[in-house]
């Protein structure tokens, strides 16, 4: 039987998509995406009008109850207490764009590289406004105030009370004390009326008491007030790494440096003061300055627990790119995943950043709470990095500090999206003058299969249903291998060594950079071609070491494996493959 064609196999989008290329104007691309949209009978855009009743029945989203494991609850929440909430709302016409997607990533197609800008990804893609704003009438109805619709109306947004969001959300909440943390908690799944269950994904805001983590050690060892010398040795003996000593390590070689692609850096809290840190590095070390800027959603915060991260982030992703065209600090105002969402959204709706640190998490109790908003940022050829976790494959359950093990196994969120690409950590060995040796396991790389996220089609080569994290890994080890980088913190300013995943992310972020760079900013989503490419890819193939208190979770092995994915790579050697392979991409992985 001869093979089938590619119209065969996907019809009319296929012939819409073909359309899209041939139009002469980005309004083509409108008409052709509609007669798709039309051809594969998903959700129109003319929706009408919908009133929301008194429900008379509830349907589940993906909220579900707050596990309340190892906590003090102290009675139901007071009816009085404020909350927060966002809710997330269901892409539309999701076939279409998971074949765009597709299409986007394969030599040969007429959507190959053609990125969407945020309004056409709003147009094509987001919920109708009707449909955001029936939710969003709901809200009201319920007694929520300041309700509004994001842009690009992935998100609607509300305050209340817990009275107003018990109602709201078939749900009760208590009260509840864990690890020094006090909060509410919804004590059963968010559910909403069966009329708008079609739009709503989750609700978010519903529990105070966990909150995203940085993934790097709470109190780093402090070096020197002044500048340290390029691989400097620690008090315990072990080597530190400057953050443009990691170019050496990694061997960018003679790859153009980063300076045509632009970051950001997703945290929370002021981050001004990490934009200061690192003109400071800049300044001690003759690096030429990186244009800066902050962008607060929801508020100017007092909440300064990151700003040492924000620092180590900014100086990693500068030093091992040899600088980025320019650099933005989105801060949220708080770490719940409520805002972090309201802020990750507006890195897609700005649509600025090619690629995105994240260098954080937290124990995965659902599918990730951002996918809809990185799976818009994929077709804006936008790539997000998120740091796995530094508790190994045990990220769930009760946590001491990074770099112990959990009680339960998990994978963190947002590594656990498969639409992000999830950094695991390693310990580095080099030579004195900072050359590539080997590396091996960092004992607590986040690691290991999601219970809720299905495995992305770029991981059809690997065994079981659900997406495996991570995906790459780089340095992360703060005893053994770690980066000195300034920050003038609560213990003073100068120089300290730090690590964990919240430094193997932001060193791809960096990697990632130049490479984009040399390649026009045209590479897109990261893993799709990773791992399509992973026999060949000049990966450092991490064969020795685990991630967990024993060696059947996980240890690693020759080719992919749940503690370090494909390994790091060399960048000199990346760059050379990018540009004698046409397409970074083969039809293999669609």
């Given at each position: 039987m001869p093979k089938p064609t590619r119209h065969q196999l996907y019809g009319e989008t296929y012939v819409s998509i073909e359309r899209i290329a041939k139009s002469p104007t980005r309004n083509g691309l409108a008409v052709a995406l509609s007669l798709a949209i039309a051809a594969i009978g998903t959700a129109s855009a003319a929706s009408g009008p919908r009133t929301v009743q008194a429900p008379s029945s509830w349907a589940a989203t993906a909220t579900r109850a707050f596990d309340v494991g190892n906590a003090a609850i102290d009675g139901f929440a007071q009816d009085t207490h404020p909350v927060s909430i966002v809710v997330t709302l269901k892409l539309r016409n999701e076939a279409l764009?998971?074949?765009?997607i597709a299409e986007q990533h394969r030599p040969g197609s007429p959507a190959y590289h053609q990125w969407l800008n945020s309004a056409e990804a709003t147009e094509?893609?987001?919920?109708?406004?009707?449909?955001?704003?029936?939710?969003?009438?709901?809200?009201?109805?319920?007694g929520f105030e300041h309700v509004e619709i994001a842009p690009n109306r992935l998100l609607v947004s509300a305050n209340g009370d817990i009275g107003s969001a018990r109602h709201a959300f078939n749900t009760e909440f208590v009260r509840v004390s864990r690890g020094g943390e006090e909060g509410i908690a919804n004590i059963g799944g968010a559910q909403v009326p069966a009329a708008i269950a079609d739009q709503v994904q989750a609700v978010l805001g519903l529990q105070t008491v966990e909150k995203m983590q940085v993934y790097s050690h709470a109190e780093p060892a402090f070096v020197s007030a002044a500048r340290v010398p390029a691989q400097g040795v620690g008090s315990n003996g072990?080597?530190?790494?400057?953050?443009?000593?990691?170019?050496?390590?990694?061997?960018?070689?003679?790859?153009?440096?980063?300076?045509?692609t632009n970051v950001a850096i997703v945290g929370w809290g002021s981050m001004?003061?990490?934009?200061?840190?690192?003109a400071h590095y800049e300044s001690d070390y003759g690096i030429s300055a990186v244009p800066t800027s902050v962008v607060t959603v929801g508020g100017s915060s007092t909440d300064n627990s990151g700003e040492g991260e924000w620092a180590l982030d900014a100086e990693a992703i500068v030093g091992i790119s040899a600088g980025v065209k320019s650099l933005t600090f989105y801060a949220a105002h708080d770490a719940y995943n409520s805002t972090l969402a309201t802020t990750l959204n507006r890195v897609v709706t700005d649509n600025t950043a090619k690629v995105v640190n994240m260098s954080w998490g937290g124990g995965e109790s659902a599918a990730s709470f951002a996918d809809s908003i990185f799976k818009t940022g994929v077709t804006q050829g936008q790539t997000f990095s998120a740091a796995s976790g530094d508790h190994g494959s045990y990220n769930c359950g009760s946590l001491g500090n990074n770099g112990t093990y959990g009680t339960q196994r998990c994978v963190s969120d947002p590594a656990n999206s498969p639409y992000v690409i999830a950094v695991g950590?390693?310990?580095?060995?080099?030579?004195?003058?900072?050359?590539?040796?080997?590396?091996?396991?960092?004992?607590?790389?986040?690691?290991?299969?999601?219970?809720?996220?299905?495995?992305?089609?770029?991981?059809?080569?690997?065994?079981?249903?659900?997406?495996?994290?991570?995906?790459?890994?780089?340095?992360a080890d703060w005893t053994k291998s770690g980066i000195a980088y300034y920050v003038n913190g609560s213990q003073g300013?100068?120089?300290?060594?730090?690590?964990?995943?919240?430094?193997?992310?932001?060193?791809?972020?960096?990697?990632w950079a130049r490479l984009e760079s040399a390649n026009n900013n045209t590479i897109g989503f990261a893993p799709k071609a990773l791992y399509a490419y992973s026999s060949t890819f000049p990966f450092h193939d991490i064969t020795t070491g685990k991630n967990g208190p024993s060696a059947t979770y996980y240890s690693a092995k020759v080719g992919y494996d749940n503690t370090t994915g494909w390994g790091s790579f060399d960048i000199q050697a990346a760059a050379t493959f990018i540009s004698s392979t046409p397409g970074f991409i083969t039809k293999s992985n669609q």
């Open positions: 764009m998971d074949s765009y094509y893609f987001s919920p109708t406004q009707d449909e955001a704003q029936a939710v969003a009438d709901y809200l009201t109805a319920q072990y080597p530190y790494y400057l953050p443009h000593d990691f170019q050496i390590v990694y061997h960018a070689g003679t790859t153009s440096n980063g300076r045509q001004t003061s990490s934009v200061a840190d690192l950590g390693t310990t580095l060995t080099t030579d004195a003058n900072s050359n590539y040796v080997s590396e091996t396991t960092w004992p607590y790389s986040g690691g290991g299969v999601s219970k809720y996220e299905a495995k992305p089609s770029w991981q059809s080569a690997l065994s079981g249903s659900y997406r495996q994290v991570p995906d790459v890994a780089f340095d300013a100068g120089y300290y060594v730090n690590g964990g995943t919240s430094l193997a992310s932001p060193l791809f972020v960096g990697a």
